[in-house]
């Protein structure tokens, strides 16, 4: 089934807001069976929506589209639809009825403007939308489909994956089915080769993709239903799991985050952070998980020198080495430890900025991480800027969490030793 999304407003086109919504639809077509042919961004003009409409239900099987569906004067999806499909748009009751029950559970009037979201065409359906005012539209006609949904993103979702998506999995031939593999500090060729006695394999099909955290093995198969697709990928997951080994860490929209708590849980260990130049993101991206309560007892970020002092890093130590090296790193990771009286401390001190520190370029990292008054240490010199150097340094320090837990050690410019008190 050929498919286009079409993306409607002007705010997009301006770069005020980001087109996720597209990107949300095309990562989830090719497990309906759907092929994306073309994506379109149109601002609210009449005419050019118009003209996309147009080209889009000629060309395409299916039509989804996201936006313009609000109740203000420049908001014309509705309309515009009724044009290029030559049918007149009438107020449906049922939907005015929705919409004022709406407004009165918030104990408001409606404005007048909402009735024309009660609109509809012979040839649609309404799509309920019980977190806006919007419903959405199932336009069928000519053996073509147009499925019209609202643009704010929390919408779409919640009606994509509760109304569109079982309908159109109903009316599949057959059904992508996908599993990812996700591996840490392996490169692209290094799991292509590992993986090498599996890429012949047609159905299910692998394909290997360099992610934020880390390289991904996506295995895919196409069958008549989703049971038929889930054997297929069986043996060949099995396998593959076998190949990667340990550097396996997790599958689907699992994250490294997550694979690291459900490891501290199991064990019943707790963990601390003493952060200096990621700034919090590696806190953030620990209590990004639901139920980090249970492991991490807390972040520290001490970016000023004055403030890692006063956390317990001993004075002598910054003097003698700096504040961007080993031994700094170290004394932050038993400091948070002890401070926070957690089973094992991380300690991160580096250079996230574009100029050199203490003699150190930039995306110079030094990581520590204190358990039992032993330490195990990692350094590495990575930039691309200071919002991509703080991005890697969070995977790598929850990659090496990861090691500990498991036993398997540190692998980046790492030794092991007594922990440092002066």
Not at 330 to 347: F, K, P, Q, S, Y
Request: no cysteine.
């Amino acid at each position: 089934m050929r498919a286009e999304i079409v993306s409607i407003g002007t705010e997009i086109l301006l770069g005020e807001i980001t087109d996720t919504n597209a990107a949300f639809i095309a990562g989830r077509l090719p497990a309906l069976g759907i092929d994306l042919h073309y994506v379109t961004q149109v601002g609210d003009n009449g005419g050019r929506l118009r003209e996309v409409l147009a080209r889009a239900w000629e060309r395409s099987e299916v039509v989804f589209t996201t936006g313009g569906l609000g109740p203000t004067e420049d908001d014309i999806t509705r309309e515009t639809v009724a044009l290029v499909l030559g049918e007149v748009l009438h107020e449906d009751p049922g939907q005015e009825r929705i919409l004022r029950s709406f407004w009165r559970g918030r104990d408001r009037p409606m404005p007048r403007r909402n009735l024309k979201q009660a609109q509809l065409i012979p040839s649609a359906r309404a799509i309920p939308n019980p977190r806006g005012t919007a419903p959405g539209w199932w336009v069928e006609r000519d053996g073509r489909a147009m499925v019209v949904m609202p643009g704010p993103p929390a919408e779409m979702t919640r009606m994509w994956e509760h109304e569109v998506a079982p309908e159109l999995e109903r009316r599949a031939r057959a059904v992508l089915v996908s599993r990812t593999l996700k591996t840490t500090e392996l490169g692209e060729s290094a799991v292509d080769e590992l993986l090498s006695p599996l890429l012949g394999s047609r159905n299910p099909s692998i394909g290997i993709y360099h992610r934020p955290d880390g390289v991904h093995a996506r295995l895919a198969a196409k069958a008549p239903t989703r049971e038929e697709a889930k054997a297929l990928i069986a043996p060949v997951e099995a396998e593959a799991r076998r190949l990667l080994g340990s550097n396996l860490w997790g599958v689907d929209d699992e994250s490294l985050a997550a694979a690291v708590g459900r490891l501290l849980r199991e064990r019943g260990l707790t963990l601390a952070v003493m952060e200096s130049a990621t700034g919090g993101a590696v806190s953030d991206a620990i209590t990004d998980v639901a139920g980090s309560s249970d492991y991490f007892v807390g972040g520290l970020v001490t970016y000023a020198t004055a403030v890692k002092l006063q956390m317990g890093v001993s004075p002598e130590i910054v003097e003698r080495h700096g504040v961007i090296s080993r031994e700094t790193a170290e004394a932050m990771a038993g400091a948070a430890r002890l401070a926070l009286r957690a089973d094992i401390g991380v300690g991160i001190t580096g250079v996230a900025g574009e100029s050199a520190v203490e003699g150190q370029p930039p995306g110079t990292m030094h990581i520590a991480l204190s358990r039992d008054g032993e330490i195990e240490y990692a350094h590495w010199r990575y930039y691309q800027g200071r919002v991509a150097t703080k991005r890697r340094v969070q995977q790598h320090v929850l990659s090496m969490l990861r090691r500990h837990l498991l036993g398997l050690g540190t692998t980046i410019d790492s030794r092991v030793s007594g922990e440092r008190r002066a």
